[in-house]
């Protein structure tokens, strides 16, 4: 199973139900949030018009719209978290960062946030995103370390390296091939699992370990794992 799989990323995001349960892993992070110094780059970046790629729910692009009054368009490969970023009022379309829709120059900024390893053809995407952004524009990208929650993970004998094909570790080599400039900023704080059972029900919504039978050994005491975010931002040439 790959993070890039067609049918595995149409599966994960034909529902909403896996996303929110990963993602309220998080409401016990102790740390500085990857969003907020993703949002603070967006900002600086002063854009005009924006294309989030793979936007899920919407909740990113509808606050660029709200807050900083930007022409935001979004896609993403899957018909719900279109209709869900819909529904809040953002310019959602099905959508393939491989094959945008979209003229050369089109954009000042592009947003990936958490996506670029779900791309089949990663160089492919890439292009496509340098084909659509202005000469000067910009990539914010955000992903994960390969040792992201390792802690959790070794408990259990699982490991993500070597299989996340956009990461802290091999991001820049990757963004390097298609933009002028790029700069790594990492973001590491902490989530506790309380018990063995917070343990499980993160390996049952992890996406690379959900098909696998894990023996979980129970919890003498919280664990504490170590987030391991990363933002690249990249920028096109003149």
Known sequence: MSLSDPEVVRREYASEVGLEARRSLYDTRVGP??????WNEIVG???????????????????MRRELGLDVVAIDVSERMVELARARGVDARVG?????PFPADAFDLVV?????FHVPDLDRGLAEIVRVLA????????TNSEYHLDEARSHVGFS??????????NGAAALERHFARV??????GSVTFADGDAIRAYLRWLVLARDE?????????????TTRNTIFVAEKAE
């Open 112 to 116: 990936a946030a958490w996506m670029l």
């Open 183 to 188: 700069e790594r900023i990492d973001v590491d």
């Open 96 to 100: 393939d960062v491989e094959d945008l």
């Open 45 to 63: 970046a002063a854009p005009r018009r924006v294309l989030e790629v793979g936007q899920g729910p919407g909740e990113l692009s509808e606050r």
């Open 33 to 38: 949030d990857p969003r907020e110094v993703m």
């Open 213 to 225: 039978n894990h023996d979980v050994p129970e919890l003498l005491e919280p664990l504490v794992a």
């Open 135 to 142: 000469p000067e524009g910009q990539l914010v990208a955000v």
């Open 160 to 169: 993500m390296v070597g299989r996340v094909s956009f990461s802290r570790e």
